[in-house]
C-alpha cells in the first residue's frame, strides 16, 4: 500500500478489550480481537518491518536532523 520508512512499529497493537474481574476485586483489561498485517501475520508484540530503515539517534534530536525525512524526501 505504501512505503514505510523509519523503524520497526512498537507492536503495541489492540482493540476494543474486555473485562475479568478477578478474585480478589481487580480487573484485568484484555484485547478481544487480534490485529494482523497484510500477509495475515500478527503483528502485536512484534510491530510492523519498514522497508527503509531510518533510525533517529540522540544526536540526530540534538541537532534538529530526522533521518526518517530525509530518507523519505529522497524517494521521492
Excluded: F, N, Q, W
Excluded at 474486555?18 to 512484534?46: F, K, M, Q
Excluded at 510492523?48 to 534530536?61: E, G, I, R
Amino acid at each position: 500500500m505504501g512505503t514505510l520508512v523509519g523503524t520497526r512499529t512498537a507492536g503495541a497493537v489492540s482493540g476494543p478489550s474486555e473485562a475479568y474481574l478477578l478474585d480478589d476485586g481487580s480487573v484485568v483489561l484484555l484485547p478481544r480481537v487480534r490485529h494482523l498485517g497484510p500477509a495475515r501475520e500478527i503483528i502485536d508484540t512484534i510491530g510492523v518491518p519498514v522497508d527503509h530503515y531510518a533510525p533517529m539517534t540522540a544526536l540526530d534530536l540534538a541537532t534538529g536532523r530526522d533521518p526518517g525525512v530525509a530518507k523519505a524526501l529522497a524517494l521521492l
